[in-house]
């Protein structure tokens, strides 16, 4: 199969002289000679993102014994000058952090996919690895995304672009999802992986149906229909990217796929109940399903 | 004038008998007998949010200065464990970091409403000081914020609850503004401070009408008709907050106010230019206007 570089969708990238990828503090200074760029990034395969540069920073010293990268030292934040994300490297591999929710991470994603046009990464991969509330599954249950739902229960993502609004599709890789679950699941885990929809809003506490947040204005009674609805459609998570990220790597023609970890159960709670400890554990779940699909991915 | 503590919009919060605001990694063990949380947060008076740490620590350290507290110590991180945002307090004054955008800022403005009223915090003011880009002012420019606009150049925040859509009106509290222009902003500063309108998007690229993202189906004179619309409409900044923020304060009745630098004039171009140092000494501009309108504020 014959290697692609992303076209992306934005023709005047390719008539820009330069480009200032501003939030990650990384400077095109020739945008028809990106030789130094390419020496930097034009080995990456995968970009796996996800909200804390913490947690990123862990991913990628898990990714170092997946791959076998022997390296003592301290992974470097590439972008620390830019104060807003961290990027961490690990060979073929980033770890990026996103943010909490749509909009942080939708300005460092358009970023991330000029970085690798620009370097002319190869058949790239974008990954989500991120924290979220289940739907009748027991926390600790990993949840690759089938179909992206917006927290109005449609399968697409709205923006408004001009001061109207466009609507577009949220559907991750068929392929993605296929060998995320094959490559990536293992039943002697001691913990479940599925594949379901999931829901992204861009409200924790009133986006998600909570009642304890600072406003909320429907009853609990009414929290549990919207709930129940949500899970009839086979949303078995919720969290506050999905249908964003879907949207954008599908209109960019980038491969990805949103892989995470439910903390809380919201069919008995709103509340996230397990302890520091037990987060820890849980969040290492999607670093171990995620570490065999990109492993696996590597060796093809 | 009587004191007033935030009763808020959310009638459980009265009833639960516990609360965890997760994300700030507070525990409220007894919602009945708050006297511990009161004892730590109880004297806050201000709550100054703004995008990065860095940032939210260098205010802090700003605010002592106004203040007059002399306190040799590096400021502490009161959420460090929650790895998400960062808090650090100077007397009566929070300085939190809320990430890029509203999905993000929207999360920790929800737990720092419940954290002000768990304290029993009297008359509280809610603040951003921000970054943005400008629509017709030099950059450096501090903008006042008087009605915030979302993405659809719309006077309102939209937001999907129980998968409806629920419109809300988004302006801030013109006492807020009036003293801020007031007391904070000084002829003699060498840089402009006006009171103008915000649009607020959700993303940086497409929602703001750049052509410079990974996506962009418009051409230069689409761009530049919507801008000019924008700028038709009183709107002299753009950034990514500011119609959550005034819809969410105003509705649960807490004053807040917003306070940005332009770092770009739209109307001249989209990417960032100035250098990391005129950068640096840009986002000074709104700490000095916000400095004297809190030390006036504290004399009262």
């Known amino acids: 199969m014959s290697k692609t570089i992303p076209k992306l969708a934005n023709p005047n990238l390719d008539t820009m002289p330069s480009d200032f990828l501003y939030h990650l503090d990384i400077n095109v200074p020739n945008t028809q000679d990106t030789s130094d760029i390419q020496q930097r990034f034009g080995d990456v395969r995968i970009v796996c993102t996800g909200g804390t540069a913490s947690r990123m920073r862990e991913l990628a010293l898990y990714m170092r014994k997946v791959l076998g990268v022997s390296d003592p030292s301290d992974p470097v934040d590439l972008c620390e000058r830019g104060h807003r994300y961290a990027i961490y490297k690990v ?59 917006n927290g109005l229960l449609r399968n697409e993502h709205e923006i408004a672009i001009l001061g ?54 429907y009853t609990e009674k009414d929290k549990m229909d919207f709930l129940q609805k949500c899970h009839d459609m086979g949303i078995r998570n919720i969290e506050m990217e999905a249908s964003m990220f879907a949207s954008v790597t599908k209109k960019v023609g ?32 999607p670093f171990l399903v995620v570490g065999r699909y990109v492993k696996k991915l590597l060796q093809q």
Chains 1, 2 share one sequence.
């Open 164 to 217: 109207k609004l466009v609507v577009r599709p949220a559907q991750f890789s068929e392929d993605v999802i296929r060998n995320v679950m094959e490559y990536g699941a293992d039943p002697k885990d001691g913990f479940q992986t599925i594949s379901a929809n999931t829901m992204g809003t861009d409200c924790f506490y009133e986006g998600q149906g909570r009642t304890d947040g600072a406003i909320c204005e």
């Open 254 to 285: 980038v491969k990805a796929g949103d892989v995470c970890v439910t903390l809380v159960n919201r069919l008995e709670g709103d509340q996230v109940t397990i302890t520091m400890d037990q987060k820890h554990e849980f969040e290492q779940r």
């Open 91 to 149: 060979g073929p591999v980033l770890c990026v952090s996103h943010g909490v929710g749509s909009s942080t991470f939708s300005v460092v994603l358009h970023e991330l996919l000029m970085l690798v046009k620009y370097a002319r990464c190869q058949d790239s991969i974008f990954l989500r690895i991120g924290t979220c509330g289940g739907l009748g599954v027991p926390p600790g249950t990993v949840v690759v995304t089938k179909d992206a739902f």
